[in-house]
């Protein structure tokens, strides 16, 4: 499920996206959302960028988590 929902994230709309930065959910950690059951703010110190958007995490083992999968 979270390899889904992390797929259907990197084909955001522009208006979920910081135009400015191309930061995707603005800046929440999006495996928080399943790991924590709520929005969790990521750092701009653990980053990954998906197809022109960079998307943030709360912690090096949320970000391992999307590496993984």
């Known amino acids: ?3 889904f929902a992390i797929s259907t994230l ?3 709309q522009t208006e979920d996206r910081n135009l400015d930065q191309q930061l ?3 800046g929440y950690d999006p ?3 399943f790991t924590n059951n709520r929005a969790v703010e990521g750092s701009k110190d653990l980053t990954i960028e998906h197809e022109g958007a960079i998307y943030q995490f709360s912690s090096e083992k ?3 988590l ?3 999968n």
């Open 62 to 64: 949320n970000q391992n």
């Open 31 to 33: 495996v928080a959302y």
């Open 10 to 12: 990197g084909h955001a």
């Open 1 to 3: 499920m979270l390899v």
């Open 24 to 26: 995707a959910i603005q």
């Open 66 to 68: 999307l590496v993984s």
